[in-house]
């Protein structure tokens, strides 16, 4: 399964709460309105910030904006500013513990085709569009959390 972290899932929805009400939100305020704790939403931003996707402002009315436009934030770029370069192996990844069979592995080459396709889907979906709300209504969830299909049963 391909997942991203909670903290970056936690980072969109604080960039969309910052493309939602624009100007300079404080980390106090950020964590209100989202329900994320105060000390997770001060981690998210280091590196949001060190992304230049956020903006720190400092002084009286200081605190953080977004650095750019939303439809100018894809979500690959909020992914790698929390997790670093995009990649379903470590073959195709930037990292330095490289596989053992790297040389003669017959796949490398063909993870690299999916590893390309994955990381040009994530360019494409935005900010933006993260912040819309979704083109169909989301089910309902039962009391233990999970969503019901339309005939009742639990999903999850």
Known sequence: MIKISKLTDYAVVVLTQLSRDHGVHTVSNLAESTGIP??????????????GLVASHRGTNGGYALNREPERISVAAIITALE??????ECVSDADSLCGVERLCPMRGNWEKINRAVRAALEEVTLADMAAPPPWPLPAANATGHAETRTGESRG
């Not at 105060?38 to 992304?51: G, Q, S």
């Not at 670093?84 to 192996?89: K, L």
């Open 38 to 51: 105060a000390p997770t939403v001060a981690k998210l931003l280091k590196p949001l910030t060190a992304a």
């Open 84 to 89: 670093g370069p995009i990649a379903v192996t």
